[in-house]
């Protein structure tokens, strides 16, 4: 099904929950609009759930940001930082970088 941002908020959210009760019908646990746009609109029509079926609705953007405040406030309050364990992924990562 194609989803057309055309036309009334009302009818872009009719669409919108159309197509994201088939990916429920489907099997998602979750629905995450990956376009840039659709995550804020959603949010700020209070579209947070797919119809009554419980599964939720996130805005990409909006917890990409959540996420690093929320790793940035760990930071400052434990000085938590990446993992320098042999195996770990950012070993060396920070070569050339402040601290």
């Known amino acids: 099904m194609e989803l057309r941002a055309s036309g009334t908020n009302d009818r872009f959210l009719e ?3 159309r197509c ?3 990916v429920v019908l489907a099997g998602a646990d979750v629905v995450v609009p990956v376009c840039v746009f659709l995550g804020p609109v959603l949010g700020l029509r209070h579209y947070r759930e797919v119809g009554t079926s419980g599964v939720p609705v996130i805005d990409p953007f909006g917890a990409v940001i959540t996420v ?3 790793l940035a406030e760990l930071r400052r309050a ?5 993992s320098k364990g ?7 990562a920070d070569q ?3 601290s």
């Open 78 to 82: 434990t000085g938590l930082r990446s």
């Open 20 to 22: 994201a009760s088939q």
């Open 96 to 98: 050339g970088h402040r």
């Open 86 to 92: 042999l195996a770990s992924v950012y070993r060396g």
């Open 68 to 70: 690093a405040s929320s």
């Open 15 to 17: 669409d919108f929950d």
